[in-house]
């Protein structure tokens, strides 16, 4: 049985050495391995990771299992894997108006999905939903909850889109559950997931743009997640394309965000109830369509290469309700970077990811492995 965190901690395992928990991080980002190479990576003696791993052994979270010999002549390595079933961990992404909720266990495999119509947006009945989901599936570990806006220590600083300023989340979640809660930005958790579980793991420097209801960014240098002094995301949204081009909803000018955005895409075309049926009068050939969308994939490419520039970094993931748009204007995409990006385009690995909100729920639920491995709320 799991025992109750620690005050002040988000960690099942507040006893736990910082290297065993290096250690554990390690094993999660690279996969089973030798205990030489665990130790390589992390620079550690033997006998450091030797207790480090007999910690994690004894709390249930590492196991051993076969061997490897790393020369003819040299003794077998014993390979250490996680022991991902040994917990669970429940992940909240919040929409304006839609809770997609997400079981993994400590690899952040996913073992159930919940998709529920939040009932309210007030607050306390939105702290009573996740409760309700939570106590369905009991023997959880730690809740994550993802959310867009700006979050502080547990503390939903600003949601727009669910009208919320300064509402304590994490404490009330905690509260009702009685289980460790982490709230972090979306944005932010899913690029900590993508760099631990995803397309960048174990790479020193990555970016994540999204696109559709908004535009965000994330971004991983030396190795760790990027976040601000002020609890701010990384905002890239509104470096300018086009000085002439049309408004976004800060009356900025020409910005990549009044491109991009999918509620300034219906409101730039006439006639369009939804972002799905632009789509498909881009597809289907309209002029005032392609128009758009070219010119929405242009300042799409430019983004990108800004923020090529910015970090030089060795993988930049792009996904979001809105890739369609990229689907439509990849050479119009490709056109922007070549005009913004100061080095080869090619150095540019550029991965697009199918977009699912079940993969943001995920992203919460790393967000509670995270914090349940670091300690850090």
Known sequence: ????????????????????????????????????????????????????????VA?????????????????PSEILHVRGEAHRFLGVKLTADRC????????ATPSEAVEQPL??????????????????RPGLTGIGITLGGVVRGGVVADAGF??????PLASAVTEATGLPVTVDNDVQALTSAEHWFGAGAGV????????????????????????????????????????????????????????LMSHVILRRLDG???????????????????????EAGYALGVLIGHAAN?????????????????????GQVRAGIGNTYEDDPALIDLDVRPFDFGEWARAAAALAIKAAITGAA
């Open 204 to 259: 020193d420097s990555m970016v994540l743009i999204t696109i559709g209801a908004g535009v965000g960014v994330g971004l991983v240098v030396d190795g760790g997640l990027v976040q601000g002094a002020h609890g701010l995301p990384p905002r890239f949204a509104h470096l300018l394309v086009d000085p002439g081009g049309p408004q976004c909803g800060y009356g900025h000018r020409g910005c990549a965000s009044s491109y």
């Open 162 to 167: 669910l009208g919320w300023r300064d509402v």
């Open 100 to 107: 997609y909720a997400t079981v993994t266990d400590l690899t």
């Open 272 to 294: 369009c109830a939804t972002y799905d049926e632009a789509v498909e009068r881009a597809r289907a050939g309209d002029p005032d369509a392609g128009r758009v969308f070219a």
């Open 119 to 136: 009932r309210s947006t007030d607050p306390d009945e939105v702290v009573t939903q996740i409760a309700a989901i939570a106590a369905d």
């Open 1 to 56: 049985m799991t025992s109750p965190p620690r005050a002040g901690t988000t960690s099942p395992w507040p006893d736990l050495p910082e290297a065993a928990r290096d250690v554990l991080l390690d094993v999660l980002i690279h996969g089973p391995g030798p205990r030489v190479e665990i130790a390589l990576r992390l620079r550690l003696s033997r006998a450091t990771l030797t207790r480090a791993a007999r910690a994690l």
């Open 310 to 330: 910015f970090i030089d970094p060795a993988k930049i993931l792009l996904t979001g309700d809105g890739l369609p748009l990229y689907e439509i204007a990849s």
């Open 59 to 75: 709390h249930g979270l590492l196991v051993e299992g076969g061997t490897e010999r790393r020369s003819s002549t040299g003794r």
